[in-house]
């Protein structure tokens, strides 16, 4: 079982994934992404969505990093700060696993 | 409403009417516990009036269809229908958020595991109390704490997140610091405090139920407290009576949700059926699209046109909505007046005569929840 420390901080060594009960999700009506979690939903923003979309539990984060550097032709530094942070942040709200 | 303006504004509804969120699929009225607050309508509905799987998977699919993204799958006891686990898991095959609120008494082992499979996202288990001879008592269901105890352990075994659910009332106030404790000990994830809502069952027992402002305090206190330690996400419902200002009906009346009673009508709200002048559409007889859109039980109240004053020149008619609607007719006898809980209500004297009423209740007897023996 997962101990929640309080200031988790990711790095690019760590493979997370989404925890059971949370999952990204198209909402086709709406023509949104959401992020399901229990007892409500969860809007996703853009990068937020590109980010998540690359997690499988499995890949390591600096392999996500490179692509999404790739993929939007931006600092790999600045994608690096945005994908730790918001795992990190998505992983003290127990979102994410690692 | 005329038939010609009926279609005028049908034409358009798809585009102006939001789509609905979530969806209450309430299976069944059968419960193994007799709460004395339960939300369930007085006039309990029976197994042989229930829909069947195949009407259920259909509904279930129209309403991924409509644009649901959670169901909860709430009772009565929902694990009193076999067919749960089925359900469960075409609502998981369709992307559908599954959610199951049980009283815990029928998880075992075995059940667990069918729900695991099925693909369960969420749990939302009940307590009455943290007490176990007080939990016994508000059940009337013997030795209930150990069995709910144990289901908790099961869910969090299975990895499946975990929200307990206390309901707050005059006579557990005092151990909601217990409550706390007992989530994280059991790894909850989230817990969800509320007062009780007086309507139904609940309002037949209001005296003995409603806390006391001082006691109304000390809860908040106490919800304070637990917030700066972190790692438990806190659901706090106020009671309505101690605010000026009512609660937003769940977002509106149709805007966000719809509940399927076990016979399959369809309800802007839970407690919808107790107001008479309602009818309400079913799921046998038309789409769920087209009761969202159509029907006259969820365009009746839907925006702010049916508005009496004070609410129609309010500016916060479009954040609570004029309130409740079932509490507008559990106290007002008309459901399309302004909540009496509202300041600006001409009867907002009702509601401080129940506070002052319940202040000096202090002896607890309940009318229990049963199938067929309403009181009164
Ligand atoms: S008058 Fe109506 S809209 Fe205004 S606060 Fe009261 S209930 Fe809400
Ligand atoms: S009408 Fe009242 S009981 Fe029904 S959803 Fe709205 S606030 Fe809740």
Known sequence: MTTHAPHTMLTEDDCPGFSRGYRLQHDKVREQWVIQAPERALLADPIAVAILQELDGQTRLGVVIDRLAERYEAPRDQIATDVLALLSDLTEKRIIRL | ?376
């Open chain 2, 1 to 376: 409403m005329s038939e010609t303006s009926h279609s005028n504004k049908a034409g358009r509804a798809e585009h102006t009417i939001p789509a609905p969120m979530s969806l209450l699929a309430e299976l069944t009225h059968r419960c193994p516990l007799s709460c004395p607050y339960c939300s369930n309508p007085v006039e309990l509905e029976r197994k042989a009036q229930e829909l069947s799987t195949e009407d259920w998977l259909r509904v279930l699919e129209e309403a991924a269809e409509l644009g649901i993204l959670q169901v909860h799958f709430s009772g009565g006891e929902p694990m009193a229908r076999p067919d749960l686990y089925t359900l469960i898991s075409h609502a998981h095959k369709l992307n559908l958020y599954t959610n199951l609120i049980t009283s815990g008494v029928l998880i075992t082992p075995q059940t667990m595991k069918r729900l695991d499979e099925s693909g369960l996202d969420h749990v939302q288990l009940s307590f009455q109390d943290t007490d176990g001879p007080e939990a016994d008592r508000l059940s009337d269901f013997p030795q209930v704490q150990p069995r709910k105890l144990e289901a908790a352990r099961l869910i969090t075994q299975a990895g499946i997140p975990l929200t307990l659910n206390f309901v707050l009332q005059k006579a557990n106030i005092s151990r909601m610091p217990a409550m706390f404790a007992l989530a994280r000990q059991l790894d909850a994830q989230r817990v969800e405090m509320a007062h009780t809502q007086y309507y139904g069952w609940a309002l037949k027992n209001r005296a003995a139920l409603l806390p006391s402002r001082t006691q109304l305090e000390e809860a908040s206190r106490y919800v304070a407290a637990e917030e700066t330690k972190g790692g438990l996400a806190i659901d706090y419902v106020t009671p309505d009576y101690y605010a000026e200002r009512p609660k937003p009906c769940m977002g509106g009346w149709g805007q966000r949700f719809l509940n399927i009673s076990p016979s399959g009508h369809v309800l802007p709200c839970h407690a919808a059926e107790t107001i008479p002048s309602l009818t309400f559409d079913n799921v046998r007889d038309h789409s769920l699209s087209h009761i969202w859109y159509h029907s006259r039980a969820f365009t009746l109240f839907r925006g702010t046109d049916w508005m009496p004053e004070p609410c129609a020149s309010c500016a916060r008619k479009e954040i609570d909505w004029g309130g409740c609607r079932c509490q507008a007719l559990a106290l007002l006898g008309d459901a399309s007046q302004t909540d009496p809980v509202c300041s600006l209500s001409p009867h907002r004297h009702l509601i401080d005569e129940a506070i002052a009423e319940a202040e000096k209740t202090n002896e607890q007897v309940f009318i229990y929840r049963r199938m067929g023996q309403n009181t009164r």
